[in-house]
């Protein structure tokens, strides 16, 4: 069994530092993922659409990252954690001069076997916020780590 | 770019209707460019040397880039339908190294006529057809 | 009256599977023609989801929706048949190192059946654990075809069963709702509960069937130049 301390589960380490979302982040990543849609792209186009302008794919919520404290406090096994995949419900759009904080719990620890070895799961629950302390995104992030 | 059929509307929405597949050759510089425009400055996803000092065969694409494509073939499947992509989750199978010809693609697995919404399986393959990504999203189309 | 099963899959109960049963009966009653299956058995990892009634969904669908587990020994996983209270207070499913001799042997004298699966799969399958450690006594059936198998796994599996003259199974390992069914199981007798497929895993005539589709070539992409992803 993993051998971890259970009140570690569910306590929020830090919130984040406001992150100022700009239009060129969102055109960075647009390009890096050949993306051409005007919802995303075109701010003329934008405009007349459904979100009244530009808004930032959707999986650009995954890229906003924790903090150093929160790295520090979560729990560690074997060698260093590999991403393993991620749950995630897009609740709002992000949109240019959105400034996002990111706060983070370790929600569930687990053990299994696999191809290479018995691997040891955090799962790290990271909740998106807007400036106006709307929630934009939940994320469940899969950690894991070869023991 | 994209060659995805969209759809256009929830009645027409079928289960077992494919999405794609959508081959892409993934270029060690497009890696490169998703890495940087997120901030990823690990090794692994720049330069191959870096990546095999880490112990892997070579440089390997973001995980998070993995669901970015993904997420786009939802979202090129939604078009201009007002639709929206509600949840995505991913699972990562197999590292996938740049370099190579990745082929994106989905299904329709369920719809929930009340809610106008479904279902859909996705995956990422290699040449050889096997899923190195595979994930599920949910689409909720306008009331 | 044969019956075909898929022996090995997984639905939204196991950590890492989103599919829920209804959209796999769903599914394969919409695809009877390429998946003509008279039912799935729901192989959830490291726990016995007892609770579940899925009565009304096969009610609902005519597909026959039975329930083991997936467990994870010091030579792999097992799959096991036929859980009752007495299996589940002898060994704790969430143990990742449950012992594969006494589960095999004690599953059986319970009642049920553990059948290792995906033999060929590195470190969670018998072949590499034999290559080390003696051989696993009493097994009277593992997995040929698994659905989830990378190049190579399912024909060591095969080779395997080849020399220790085991029965052979076949299941998808569907964590995927669009990849239930593909591989399955034929029994030569009619199988209508859990018991009646302990009963047939252990002494009936079956075979490892696969529907999964021929792959469709898919063309290859032109490398793009890193320039032209610009507006």
Known sequence: ?147 | MSDIVAIDRFENVQIGAAIGPEPMFLSKEQSRRYARACGLDAPRFTDDEGARKEGLPGMIIPGNMSLGLLTKLVTDWIGQSGARIVRIGTTYRVLVQPDHTISLQGFVTHTYPEERACEIDLWIENEDGERMVTGTATVQFPK | MPTILDLHSHSEASEDSRAPVEAYLNWIKLRRQQLPLDGIVLTEHRQWNGGADYRALEDKYGIMVLKAAEVETDYGHVLVFGVNDDITARFDFANVRLPAQELIDEVARMGGLAVPCHPGRPNVGLVEHYERKPALENVVAVERLNGGSRKGENERSAELIARFGYKATGGSDSHLVSLIGLCATRFEAAIRSIDDLVRELKGGHYEPVDFRPRRPEVRRAEPVEASSHRG
């Open chain 1, 1 to 147: 069994m993993v051998d971890y301390d259970p009140t570690l589960i569910g306590k929020v380490f830090e919130i984040t530092e406001p992150v100022l979302v700009t239009p060129e982040m969102i055109r960075e990543f647009c390009e890096a993922l050949g993306e051409t849609n005007p919802l995303y792209t075109d701010a003329e186009a934008a405009k007349n659409g459904p979100y009244g302008g530009i808004i930032a794919p959707p999986s650009f919520a995954v890229t906003f990252r924790n903090g150093r404290h929160f790295f520090q406090n979560i729990p560690r096994f074997g060698r260093a954690g590999f991403d393993a995949g991620k749950d995630v419900e897009f609740v709002a759009p992000l949109r240019p001069g959105d400034k996002v904080t990111l706060n983070s719990s370790v929600k569930e620890i687990y053990e299994k076997t696999g191809r290479s070895g018995t691997m040891v799961f955090v799962v790290v629950r990271s909740t998106l916020k807007n400036q106006r302390g709307e929630v934009v995104a939940h994320i469940d992030h899969r950690f894991m780590h070869r023991t």
